[in-house]
T-cell receptor, first 119, second 113 residues
Framework: GAVVSQHPSRVICKSGTSVKIECRSL??????MFWYRQFPKQSLMLMAT?????????EQGVEKDKFLINHASLTLSTLTVTSAHPEDSSFYIC???????????????FGPGTRLTVL | DAKTTQPPSMDCAEGRAANLPCNHS???????VYWYRQIHSQGPQYIIH?????ETNEMASLIITEDRKSSTLILPHATLRDTAVYYC??????????????WGLGTSLAVNP
């Protein structure tokens, strides 16, 4: 149980195009999803927190107009990288919080990641 | 900013116990300590978490000091497949009461045959 999928797993695009990445909780409902970015040999950096039905909360330094997040349902959140440039090339990872998890229980489950390469 | 510090790398012989230390001296009373690991180019895998008591599951044991300023993850019998980057993380409560994981740099564990 508690499986999170991401699609696509890998994408290569030309500079200036937009790329959409989907994050789905397959067998549970997630009121909160998180989007991370990871550059080579670095740790995960939280980009934004997404709550179903409301606007995402972005971390300091993350451009909300460039990284559009939509969390329209309890099982799906999308990240759109608009007008992508080579410096946006990275490993994007989502996670989802199990709705109704008991206090103190493990609640955050991660997807397998999406490798974005912008040429 | 990360609330944890870990050694950048460690080695362990296959079949031996791997003990991975973590310092979190600024942890608050209601903040949990989580451990995840990441194998190259994959999503993080949950290992274990705790608040103040020691915890054990099928993967590992978590030993938290009484003052909660440090902890140790123990893999009792390391195998080659345990080679990964291990992250010790403090879960904080952010804006909107969202519980967030603040990631540090992790420890790269190499299990050697």
């Amino acid at each position: 149980g508690a499986v999170v999928s991401q699609h696509p797993s890998r994408v290569i695009c030309k500079s200036g195009t937009s790329v959409k990445i989907e994050c789905r909780s397959l067998d549970f409902q997630a009121t909160t999803m998180f989007w991370y970015r990871q550059f080579p040999k670095q740790s995960l950096m939280l980009m934004a927190t997404s709550n179903e039905g409301s606007k995402a909360t972005y971390e300091q330094g993350v451009e909300k107009d460039k990284f559009l997040i939509n969390h329209a349902s309890l099982t799906l959140s999308t990240l759109t990288v608009t007008s992508a440039h080579p410096e946006d090339s990275s490993f994007y990872i989502c996670s989802a919080n199990l709705a109704g998890a008991p206090q103190g229980g493990h609640e955050q489950f991660f997807g397998p990641g999406t490798r974005l390469t912008v040429l | 900013d990360a609330k944890t510090t870990q050694p950048p790398s460690m080695d362990c012989a296959e079949g031996r116990a791997a003990n991975l230390p973590c310092n979190h001296s600024t942890i608050s009373g209601n903040e949990y300590v989580y451990w995840y690991r990441q194998i190259h180019s994959q999503g993080p895998q949950y290992i274990i978490h705790g608040l103040k008591n020691n915890e054990t599951n099928e993967m590992a044991s978590l030993i938290i000091t009484e003052d909660r300023k440090s902890s140790t993850l123990i893999l009792p019998h390391a195998t080659l497949r345990d080679t990964a980057v291990y992250y010790c993380i403090v879960r904080v409560v952010g804006a909107g009461n969202n519980r967030k994981l603040i990631w540090g740099l992790g420890t790269s564990l190499a299990v050697n045959p």
